[in-house]
């Protein structure tokens, strides 16, 4: 069984900066794309950032871009957010996701597994 458990998130100032971790286990990710998404209650649930197999490649909602880091440890099996400069935002709750397919990709309908969440609350 598959199992993604993201952690890391909390609540903080803005222009404070947390790190999101999502360990996986049940299954290798050295072989597919990752990604985060995040939503808040009544709203899409939007993509984040995203990023391929190997980790040389990745993409970004432009919103984040300059902020946001995604990176992946396929030694660990865990996917990583490296976000500073928060807004509030960005607040919502976050969600790591694996991929159907090997690279970076940024529509929802093409992750499979999805882990349960964590909360980021970032404050004015």
């Known amino acids: 069984q598959v199992q993604l458990v993201e952690s890391g998130g909390g609540l903080v100032q803005a222009g404070g900066s947390l790190r999101l971790s999502c360990a996986v286990s049940?299954?290798?990710?050295?072989?597919?794309?990752m990604g985060w998404f995040r939503q808040n209650p009544g709203k899409e649930r939007e993509f984040v950032a995203g990023?391929?197999?190997?980790?040389?490649?990745?993409k970004y909602i432009d919103s984040v871009k300059g902020r946001f880091t995604i990176s992946r440890d396929n030694t660990k099996n865990t996917l990583l957010l490296q976000m500073n400069n928060l807004k509030p935002e960005d607040t919502a709750r976050y969600y790591c996701?694996?991929?159907?397919?090997?690279?970076?990709?940024?529509?929802?309908?093409?992750?499979?597994?999805w882990g349960q969440g964590t909360q980021v609350t970032v404050s004015s």
């Open positions: 996701a694996t991929s159907t397919g090997a690279g970076a990709t940024t529509a929802a309908a093409n992750y499979g597994y």
């Open positions: 990023i391929n197999w190997l980790g040389s490649s990745s």
């Open positions: 049940g299954r290798t990710i050295s072989n597919i794309g």
